[in-house]
Nanobody
Framework: QVRLVESGGGLVQAGGSLRLSCAAS????????MGWYRQAPGKQRELVAR???????NVADSVKGRFTISGDSAKNTVYLQMASLKPEDTAVYYC????????????????WGQGTLVTVSS
């Protein structure tokens, strides 16, 4: 039905920047919100940032002032601009979306990407 594909992860030096991208593909999807979670080894998955179809954003305190989330509702695409990266930002970053599949009777769904690894060196 719907899948999310992330890109933009990689290795970056502390203080550097990366931009993550995520786009929905497959069935026609009307998202209510999209966002980014991350999970480091031995830690729980945590919300990094999210954005609603109306443009409201929520950013975790740990990345506030450094990360910016943006999106294109019409294209079901979301971005995470990461600046001033720290080693503690190292994690697998997962794209998330929720909404409805147009023309389907399955109703509300939640979709997760496979994740993209961000590694920040000291």
């Amino acid at each position: 039905q719907v899948r999310l594909v992330e890109s933009g992860g990689g290795l970056v030096q502390a203080g550097g920047s990366l931009r993550l991208s995520c786009a929905a593909s497959g069935s026609i999807f009307s998202s209510n919100a999209m966002g980014w979670y991350r999970q480091a080894p031995g830690k729980q998955r945590e919300l990094v940032a999210r954005i609603t179809s109306g443009g409201r954003t929520n950013v975790a305190d740990s990345v506030k002032g450094r990360f910016t989330i943006s999106g294109d509702s019409a294209k079901n695409t979301v971005y995470l601009q990461m600046a001033s990266l720290k080693p503690e930002d190292t994690a697998v970053y997962y794209c998330y979306a929720d909404g409805r599949v147009v023309g389907s009777t399955i109703g509300y769904i939640e979709v997760w990407g496979q994740g993209t690894l961000v590694t920040v060196s000291s």
